[in-house]
Nanobody, 124 residues
Framework: QVDLVESGGGLVQAGGSLRLSCATS????????MGWFRQAPGKEREFVAA????????IYADSVKGRFTISRDNAKNTVYLQMNSLKPEDTAVYYC?????????????????WGQGTQVTVSS
C-alpha cells in the first residue's frame, strides 16, 4: 500500500508562515516526482509546487513563487512545503501527490498517488 499523509495545516494570520509535511510509506520514492496541489471552495484544484525526490527539477506556480519552498528529508521519508508570507487567497485544502518518474509536471492528472489533504486557513 502506498500512503501519503499530509499534516501541518491550521489557522494563521496573513503574513504568517506554516510548514506542511507529507509523510510517505509503502514505497521507496527515489526516482519519483513529488508535488503539492491545493483546492479552495468552489475552485478547481491548482498546482503549487513539484520536484523530483532526488531534487534538481523544482517548479512553482507563479502565485506562490518566492513565498513557498518544496523540500524533503530522506531520512524521515517526508516532503515539506514551507509557506511564508501567507495571504488569504492561499486558503485551501493542500494535497501531497506523487508519480513514479517522468517529467516534473504541474498537471494534476499525471500524478498517481494522493494524500487526503490538510486544511490551511489564512485570516485577514
Amino acid at each position: 500500500q502506498v500512503d501519503l499523509v499530509e499534516s501541518g495545516g491550521g489557522l494563521v494570520q496573513a503574513g504568517g508562515s506554516l510548514r506542511l509535511s507529507c509523510a510517505t510509506s509503502g514505497r521507496t520514492f527515489s526516482g519519483y516526482v513529488m508535488g503539492w496541489f491545493r483546492q479552495a471552495p468552489g475552485k478547481e484544484r491548482e498546482f503549487v509546487a513539484a520536484d523530483r525526490w532526488s531534487g534538481g527539477g523544482t517548479i512553482y506556480a507563479d502565485s506562490v513563487k518566492g513565498r513557498f519552498t518544496i523540500s524533503r528529508d530522506n531520512a524521515k521519508n517526508t516532503v515539506y512545503l514551507q509557506m511564508n508570507s501567507l495571504k488569504p487567497e492561499d486558503t485551501a485544502v493542500y494535497y501531497c501527490a506523487a508519480r513514479p518518474g517522468g517529467f516534473v509536471s504541474s498537471v494534476a492528472a499525471l500524478y498517481n498517488y494522493w494524500g487526503q489533504g490538510t486544511q490551511v486557513t489564512v485570516s485577514s
